[in-house]
């Protein structure tokens, strides 16, 4: 593997989360192609928490509603977690399942601690390396966003990932094999081909954007925010966005906003309420309007309408062809 870039507890906050460079993206292929050719000589140690505790508001530790992805490089990460404890080292991977509280702390050991992560938003997925940047403490240091309209697909792999590492049986390992190959390989695919629409923005544009989607469940988010992290004027954020973008600042955190809950109707049985919060809205009814000023109909509406799109695709005919629909299950021939 090429040297990782070698980051400090020094480096100042306006570096932090920058694009990738060439030698990044260099480290992150060949990260997850080593988790690729590890999972497929049944080598990969992966590390799976309890889901114990899920969804509960836990002092000191945090949870998100999608999985994410650990790979370490350099270092160790100690994930805390209510029933357990587990720790992270060099060349292994771990998958933290949604809703999981969590805590995380960091050693960088004998070299400077690295790991890459793997994150889902809505229609994207993020990936990025981590630094130290103070004692204990992860940092970004570089990212990258990748457009995802087969999100549901990767999030399918990631989530039976979970399921079945936790069970027994004969065909377990072969499972999780199968599964595990897929995943890193497919993520490994979407770093390979890159992806220009989320990431052709520079400077504070893109920053204000990965600490948007990055932050999305706070409640706290707005542009007062952004513009003290990034270390500049309300004023100045509002208009450098809207002039790059031709989209006010406001309007695209609540769109992203949006396009996040509206994928967990379609994907998760959780409540309005629930997926209201995970989006960054502390009052249910004020996300409801939200919500209908952009899709043009209640969450609850959406939901409904998800529900029986899907009921149609399941009811369609077996098989079409040039010249004729076939609504039988088949023949037999024997």
């Not at 890159?194 to 920053?207: A, R």
Request: charged share 25%; proline share 6%.
């Amino acid at each position: 593997m090429s040297e990782p870039k070698r980051s400090t507890a020094s480096t100042t906050k306006t570096q932090i989360g920058s694009p990738l460079s060439k030698a990044d993206r260099i480290e992150i292929i060949e990260t997850l192609g080593r988790c690729v050719r590890e999972a497929e000589y049944n080598q990969l140690t992966l590390k799976v928490p309890s889901e114990e505790g899920r969804l509960q508001k836990r002092p000191g530790m945090h949870y998100h509603f999608k999985p994410e992805i650990f790979v370490q490089n350099q270092g160790w990460t100690e994930f805390k977690v209510p029933s357990e404890r587990i720790t992270v080292r060099p060349g292994e991977a771990c998958i933290m399942p949604a809703g999981v509280p969590h805590q995380e702390t960091i050693s960088s050991a004998k070299e400077p601690f690295r790991n890459l992560v793997v994150g889902f938003y809505s229609n994207a997925i993020s990936v990025h390396l981590a630094f130290e940047v103070e004692p204990g403490k992860p940092e970004i240091d570089v990212i990258e966003f990748y457009d995802a309209p087969n999100l549901d697909v990767f999030l399918s792999l990631t989530n039976s990932l979970v399921d079945n590492n936790q069970k027994t049986g004969p065909t377990r390992d072969h499972v999780v094999k199968g599964l595990s190959i897929a995943l890193f390989a497919m993520v490994k695919g979407l770093v390979e081909r890159g992806n220009e629409g989320i990431n052709k923005d520079i400077g504070k544009v893109f920053q204000a954007k990965w600490l948007i989607r990055e932050q999305l469940s706070n409640t706290e988010l707005n542009v007062k925010m952004l513009a003290e992290r990034l270390q500049c004027s309300p004023d100045y954020l509002s208009h450098l966005f809207n002039t790059q973008t031709e989209e006010k600042l406001t309007h695209y955190i609540q769109r992203i906003r949006v396009e996040g809950a509206a994928l967990a109707l379609q994907t998760t049985p959780l409540y309005v309420s629930e997926i209201a919060w995970s989006s960054g809205f502390s009052d249910p009814a004020y996300f409801a309007r939200v919500f209908k000023k952009f899709l043009g109909m209640s969450p609850q509406e959406y939901r409904a309408q998800s529900e029986e799109r899907r009921r149609k695709e399941e009811s369609r005919p077996k098989t079409i062809y040039y010249d004729h629909v076939d609504y039988s299950a088949g023949e037999s021939h024997r």
